[in-house]
Structures are given as structure tokens and as C-alpha cells.
């Protein structure tokens, strides 16, 4: 058996999380106040805040930007071209908020970054690009099968503070409904990768 054309989800730890979770939550609780409506995407209920983040200096976008550098300069990304922001968000989702199934267009690369994720918050759930074409096969797999290959038609990951996940912006995912009573804390953005 030979794995061709895998889905590449980049998983990066941010360095010293606990000392400066508390800014970032501050931070987005602080922008919030800012600005209390926020704006409506595939947030159902909660908040998100406007995309412009990453056109200022702030905790936020120093902490993501360190993060990213450090891992590409791992041989992950060939550096020499240039890798932009195109947009850079904070949400809160609180209880029984949730993100609906959507993608990202006009960019390369999304990410999550999430802040504060107490147990119960919300998965982030991947649907596989191919469970239409596929689907006669991916369900006569065996879970044996499944679970050494990663082939489902959706796959979900529960959030971890400290991580920052990145992945095909055409991928289609959505966050599962808080059921927590307390705020699940993240930011998000997109990144465009010059040829």
C-alpha cells in the first residue's frame, strides 16, 4: 500500500505558551470591548472580530508570526519566496456557539490558533475533499484500516491551547457546538504563498 497525494495538516506548538496565554486573552477580550458586534461569517452565535490584525503590531500577530518562522525554517516551506497575511481574526465562541462548515478562498494556507479551549469547547472537524467521489469506498474500509491511514470522511481534532493548526485553505471544516461554560478562545488567518 502506497499513500498518494496526501492532505497536509501542519501542527506547530507555540514556545512558552503559559507565560503569555494570559495577554492574548486579555488581549482579544480587551478588542472585543472595541468593538462588541463583530462581524457574521460561519460563526453562529459568538464573536469574531474584523481581519485586520495582522496590519498592526500586537500579541496576537507577534506570537503567530514567531511560531510560523520557527517551524518553516525547519526545511517545511522553501523560504526564499515570500509568505504573506491575508487576514488575521480573533473568536470567542461561548456555550453552545459553533462554526459552520466553510473554507477559505483567496488564499493558500489557513490557520487556527487556539488560545483557550476548556473541555467540552468544540472540536475543529475536517470533511475529506473527495467523501463524494469516494464515498462506496471510504465506507467499506475497515476502522482497523482507517485508523493506520488517517481515510475518513471527516476526521475531527480536539482543540489544544498552545497549537496552532495550518492546512489547505480549500479545505472545508467547521468548529462542533461549545458546550462548555466557559469561552472557547482562538484566532485564525490565511496566508498567501508567492511562486
Known amino acids: 500500500m502506497k499513500l498518494l497525494f496526501p492532505t497536509v495538516i501542519h501542527e506547530l506548538k507555540v514556545d512558552n505558551f503559559g507565560l503569555i496565554k494570559k495577554g492574548l486573552v486579555e488581549f482579544?477580550?480587551?478588542?472585543?470591548?472595541?468593538?462588541?458586534?463583530g462581524l457574521k461569517f460561519s460563526n453562529q452565535g459568538g464573536w469574531q472580530s474584523d481581519f485586520e490584525y495582522c496590519r498592526f503590531d500586537n500579541i496576537l500577530l507577534s506570537t503567530v508570526t514567531k511560531a510560523l518562522n520557527s517551524?518553516?525554517?525547519?526545511?517545511?516551506?522553501?523560504?526564499?519566496?515570500?509568505?504573506t497575511y491575508n487576514g488575521l481574526w480573533m473568536n470567542i465562541n461561548g456555550k453552545d456557539n459553533f462554526n459552520s462548515s466553510h473554507n477559505h478562498p483567496g488564499c493558500h494556507l489557513a490557520g487556527v490558533f487556539w488560545i483557550q479551549s476548556p473541555k467540552g469547547c468544540g472540536n475543529l472537524?475536517?470533511?475529506?475533499?473527495?467523501?463524494?467521489?469516494?464515498?462506496?469506498?471510504?465506507?467499506?474500509?475497515?476502522e482497523d484500516f482507517r485508523n493506520k491511514t488517517n481515510v475518513y470522511s471527516s476526521y475531527w481534532i480536539p482543540p489544544t491551547e498552545g497549537i496552532i493548526l495550518l492546512f489547505p485553505a480549500s479545505l472545508m471544516h467547521r468548529v462542533d457546538l461549545n458546550q462548555s461554560d466557559e469561552d472557547r478562545i482562538s484566532a485564525a488567518f490565511n496566508l498567501h504563498l508567492s511562486i
Open 28 to 37: 482579544v477580550y480587551e478588542e472585543r470591548e472595541k468593538d462588541s458586534k
Open 71 to 83: 517551524y518553516f525554517e525547519n526545511d517545511v516551506l522553501d523560504m526564499s519566496k515570500k509568505i
Open 125 to 142: 472537524e475536517f470533511q475529506n475533499p473527495h467523501s463524494f467521489t469516494m464515498f462506496q469506498e471510504l465506507e467499506r474500509y475497515t
